[in-house]
């Protein structure tokens, strides 16, 4: 069972340049999430999926896009990459408990991301 | 919206303890720790619900206060395997999680 997989695990770019995160969990989740941490800012939402087919914007949105067309799988784009956009980014998942809200997040081993 | 926590930082001698504050502007409908190692993924640490139920993790044991939309993490008789960074997430009825900025503890032998 490997829980949530990030690939790669680290990239550099250049600045203008384009990519794709990609993000896969195996546990049947309805949940995805993109978040990036960066120093003394903790983890910023970007995205995230309450299913297959649907996205919504999270806290910082801007300079990416995200796409869940199957429930397994949750990608994180970057059209044109900027410097600010240095970070690591974690997926996470989780399962749907609407009653208590009650689901814990299971988190990727991160992507480390350089744009220079 | 982000919690808040405080303090920044804690610096622990082995057996010590300490508290690590979370609060938010908005109504909560549940709250969740996470420690994250250095260079590792977050780990789940635990939820707390509305109606103040406290649920714990070894001798790192938590508390949600509703009305004033605060939780508080305890960390007692502090072990060198408690050192990392302590986030709390704050979720409404948006499914949304939003983390504060972290806590990082350090305890020291």
Known sequence: NAGVTQTPKFRVLKTGQSMTLLCA??????????????PG???????????????????????????????????????????SQTSVYFCASSYIDRSSYNSPLHFGNGTRLTVT | QQPVQSPQAVILREGEDAVINCSSSKALYSVHWYRQKHGEAP????????????????????????????????????????????????????????FGAGTTVTVRA
């Open chain 1, 25 to 38: 969990q195996d546990m049947n989740h309805e949940y995805m999430y993109w978040y990036r941490q960066d």
């Open chain 1, 41 to 83: 800012m903790g983890l910023r939402l970007i995205h995230y999926s309450v299913g297959e087919g649907t996205t919504a914007k999270g806290e910082v949105p801007d300079g990416y896009n995200v796409s869940r067309l199957k429930k397994q799988n949750f990608l994180l784009g970057l059209e044109s990459a900027a410097p």
């Open chain 2, 43 to 98: 780990v789940f640490l635990m939820i707390l619900l509305k109606g103040g139920e406290q649920k714990g993790h070894e001798k790192i044991s938590a508390s949600f206060n509703e009305k004033k939309q605060q939780s508080s993490l305890y960390l007692t008789a502090s072990q060198l395997s408690y050192s990392g960074t302590y986030f709390c997430g704050t979720l409404f009825n948006d499914y949304k999680l939003s």
